[in-house]
């Protein structure tokens, strides 16, 4: 699933962040969107669990939206 985050801090440590999600899901990505500046972020977890991880790790998650699937299935993931 992918979802944008907007946190309340302006420059989160992106590879802490990513260390934090994989830790729970190995195939995790984050990175910032040069656009908005949000988190952009890949991986098989619900939005409920990745705010429950960034805010046990020091984040406040000021928003957090779920993108729609752009999945095809076809690589069997």
């Not at 190995?26 to 960034?54: K, M, Y």
Request: net charge negative; aromatic share 6%.
């Amino acid at each position: 699933m992918e979802f944008r985050i907007r946190l309340a801090s302006a420059t989160p440590d992106v590879a802490a962040i990513n260390d934090v999600l994989q830790s729970v899901d190995a195939t995790a990505f984050v990175d910032i969107d040069p656009v908005d500046h949000s988190l952009r972020v890949t991986a098989w977890l619900e939005g409920a669990d990745i705010t429950s991880l960034l805010t046990n790790s020091g984040y406040s998650v000021r928003e957090i939206k779920q993108l729609p699937s752009i999945c095809c299935g076809g690589c069997g993931g």
